[in-house]
């Protein structure tokens, strides 16, 4: 059961298409997880189609001399195109390969959802039990990726300088607020400290607009150099 879900503002934002890529590619892939929250999306977007068709309705229509041009030069076009475009469909070759909309990593795959299907265009990279999978959002600040921790591992005791998302896309990890299962949609700040950790593996989806800050431990001395590695 997924427990974690985006907010309103985050859902009503996606659903008008102002947010950015990286937080589109979460609210998308969580949505592909979670009825309830796909439930919500299609009726904002109903409700925003109907707004911009009474908005549509209220601007001046153009004079029937203005329709009757716009209805030749429709029919001009239509003429002109169709038997070719008839031609480029019959003799265009049909491919038969259908893309594998998967990862693999230290010998497990991993189906994605749909909206990663354009994304994943690198390779991995890690050390001991975590891997990580960046995507380009095109975002110079927010550092989208896939991140990958193996049976057993864990990410020691943090905090964030920024902000961090973590959308859960497979197996399952816990820390001190609670455990994980897919589909959950978790945001922390500064004010959370945890440890993420996983007896299965798990397969997650993130976003981090500035460093961790490691708290305990030798990986504290991995902070001088935060900038390099988020």
């Avoid at 985006?6 to 892939?29: F, N, V, W």
């Avoid at 920024?162 to 945001?187: H, I, Q, R």
Wanted: glycine share 6%.
């Amino acid at each position: 059961m997924i427990n974690y879900h985006p907010d309103q503002h985050l859902l009503s934002l996606h659903a008008k298409g102002e947010l950015p890529l990286s937080m589109s590619i979460a609210i998308s892939a969580h949505a592909e997880f979670c009825a309830h929250c796909q439930q919500q999306l299609d009726q904002m977007t109903l409700a925003l189609s109907e707004q911009q068709f009474e908005q549509n309705q209220t601007i001046q229509p153009a004079s029937i001399e203005q329709h009757g041009q716009l209805d030749d030069l429709l029919n001009q076009f239509l003429n002109n195109t169709l038997d070719s475009l008839d031609t480029e469909v019959k003799t265009k070759p049909q491919s038969s390969l259908v893309a594998d909309n998967s990862v693999t990593i230290k010998g497990q795959q991993y189906m994605l959802p749909r909206v990663f299907k354009q994304q994943i265009t690198s390779g991995w990279q890690g050390i001991g039990k975590v891997s990580r999978l960046r995507l380009d959002t095109g975002e110079p600040q927010a550092r989208a990726s896939l991140l990958h921790i193996a049976a057993n591992g864990e990410i020691p005791d943090h905090t964030h300088k920024g902000s961090e998302l973590t959308l859960l896309l497979a197996g399952e990890f816990s820390d001190c607020y609670n455990t994980y299962k897919p589909g959950d949609f978790m945001l922390l700040d500064q004010n959370h400290e945890h440890s993420p950790k996983t007896t299965e593996g798990c397969l997650c989806y993130t976003i981090v607009d500035a460093p961790l800050y490691f708290t305990k431990g030798i990986s504290k001395l991995l902070n001088p150099i935060g900038d390099l590695l988020y």
